[in-house]
Structure formats: C-alpha cells, structure tokens
C-alpha cells in the first residue's frame, strides 16, 4: 500500500510591520493526479523579543495581493524560539497557487528573525 508522507518546508520571513503580506511558498505547478497540497499544520517562531501580532495565510493565484482565500490565522504572543501554530480554516491549496503570510494593520510587528514551517501532504 502506497502511503502519502508529511513534508515540511521552512521559510525564512525576516521582519514585517504594518499592513504588509509577503509571498511564501509556490505549491508547484503539477499535471499529475497529485494536483495541490493539503496543509496538516503550519506555525511561525521567531528569534526574538515579546510581541503580539495578527496574523493570516493567504492563498493566491499571483505573487502581489490578490488572494483568492484564507487558509488560516494566527493571534499570538510570540516568545523567543516559541512556535505557535495557525490555526487552519482551509487545508487544500491547489497547485500552482501562491502562499501568503499577511501581518494585519494595527496588530504589532515581527521584528526579529521570523520563520514560518508548513506541514503538509500532496493532494486532497
């Protein structure tokens, strides 16, 4: 029987403040029966400082702000080396589309090193 593992990959963010959203990640493009990815889990952990941040996974079509759902979101006190995990409303992601991380306005900023993991298998 042929298993579908989880993968994971990890993307350095960097700082972000403001109404800002920064492109992720490109589920690969596939003509295969694979099509997208399906998220089993996604956190963000930063290197650095206290802070309180807002904070979305968008999907789009296009690297920019046109985004065409919510995958999930994070309201969190980030810690030093503290993962905190979003909390996923929509795990499919179809291929070819476009990850986004998003800080909403208002709602602190990462301002240190920031990291954000996504789990996931291919797939529905």
């Known amino acids: 029987m042929a298993t579908n593992p ?3 990959i990890s ?16 589920v690969p493009k596939s003509t295969t029966s694979y099509g997208g990815i399906t998220l089993t889990g996604a956190y963000i952990v930063s290197s650095g400082g206290t ?15 046109a985004f065409t759902g919510t995958i999930g979101t994070c309201n969190a006190t980030l810690a030093a080396s503290v993962p905190k995990a979003f909390t996923i ?5 179809s ?3 476009w990850i986004h991380l998003k800080l909403n306005a ?14 996931y298998v291919w797939g529905k």
Request: proline residues 4%; aromatic residues 4%.
């Open 95 to 97: 291929s070819g589309s």
């Open 89 to 93: 409303s929509t795990a499919y992601v």
């Open 51 to 65: 802070l309180t941040s807002e904070m979305q996974l968008l999907s789009g079509t296009v690297m920019g702000t």
């Open 11 to 26: 993307i350095p963010v960097g700082t972000l403040a403001g109404t800002l959203n920064t492109p992720l990640w490109r």
């Open 106 to 119: 208002g709602q602190g900023a990462l301002t240190a090193a920031t990291n954000v993991t996504l789990e």
């Open 6 to 8: 989880i993968n994971s």
